[in-house]
């Protein structure tokens, strides 16, 4: 069984920041490409950022400049520092990462952490 466990959401005034961590618990797997995605009422859920295990990195448009993703490969952690933040950043935010057990590769997500920015 593997778990993926976020924390570091809250409130946040514009402009401040917060740091995300998203922490795979569990046995005999190895991580792929791990990100964040966000799902705000009424929006579809969107790619924020993600991180392949080599370290390259993509971001949506939206979060360029403001956000940075990063890994701990050795304690299977993703982080999330976001600056600048802003209003229209206020979503659920859900760490995903692709693991590979007994040779089959799925997708994980944790159970999401909410992010509100206030004007």
């Known amino acids: 069984q593997v778990q993926l466990v976020e924390s570091g959401g809250g409130l946040v005034q514009a402009g401040g920041s917060l740091r995300l961590s998203c922490a795979a618990s569990g046995s005999l797997f190895s991580i792929n490409t791990m990100g964040w995605y966000r799902q705000a009422p009424g929006k579809q859920r969107e790619l924020v950022a993600a991180i392949t295990s080599g370290g390259s990195t993509n971001y949506a448009d939206s979060v360029k400049g403001r956000f940075t993703i990063s890994r701990a490969n050795a304690e299977n952690t993703v982080y999330l520092q976001m600056d600048s933040l802003k209003p229209e950043d206020t979503a659920v935010y859900l760490c995903?990462?692709?693991?590979?057990?007994?040779?089959?590769?799925?997708?994980?997500w944790g159970q999401g952490t909410q992010v509100t920015v206030s004007s």
């Open positions: 995903n990462a692709d693991i590979r057990r007994f040779g089959v590769s799925r997708a994980y």
